[in-house]
């Protein structure tokens, strides 16, 4: 059975960096997609990271601020959040489907992902 679960949340300031994980146990053939519920804005796509880890795509709103990427040597996923903004603040999730292994165009479509991590809490102080 696939388990997806997230780590690496926390406190950061707004400007700063921070690395979440996504830890995988199982096997999961499919690309992995990165998204964050916000209050007020529900759940938003944030990065997809393929199967392979070759390509990825990102929302505009974090293009050029963050990056995903994976180590299939060690089943884990991450996001590599740099220069955060407080509307950055919000609780992450992974997430997988069976449907492919690449990603679509922008921002991941929640929809298509039917596998969820539990989240993990990024609050930014301006």
């Known amino acids: 059975q696939v388990q997806l679960v997230e780590s690496g949340g926390g406190l950061v300031q707004s400007g700063g960096s921070l690395k979440l994980s996504c830890d995988i146990s199982?096997?999961?053939?499919?690309?992995i997609g990165w998204f964050r519920r916000v209050p007020g804005r529900g759940r938003e796509g944030v990065a997809c990271?393929?199967?392979?880890?070759?390509?990825?795509q990102y929302s505009d709103l974090v293009k050029d601020r963050f990056t995903t990427f994976r180590d299939n040597t060690k089943d884990t996923v991450y996001l590599q959040m740099d220069n955060v903004k407080p509307y950055d603040a919000g609780t992450y999730f992974c997430?997988?489907?069976?449907?492919?292994?690449?990603?679509?165009?922008?921002?991941?479509?929640?929809?298509?992902?039917?596998?969820w991590g539990q989240g993990t809490q990024v609050t930014v102080s301006s």
């Open positions: 997430a997988t489907r069976d449907t492919s292994p690449v990603c679509g165009r922008g921002a991941p479509l929640e929809s298509e992902y039917t596998l």
């Open positions: 199982g096997v999961v053939l499919d690309a």
């Open positions: 990271v393929s199967r392979s880890g070759y390509s990825a």
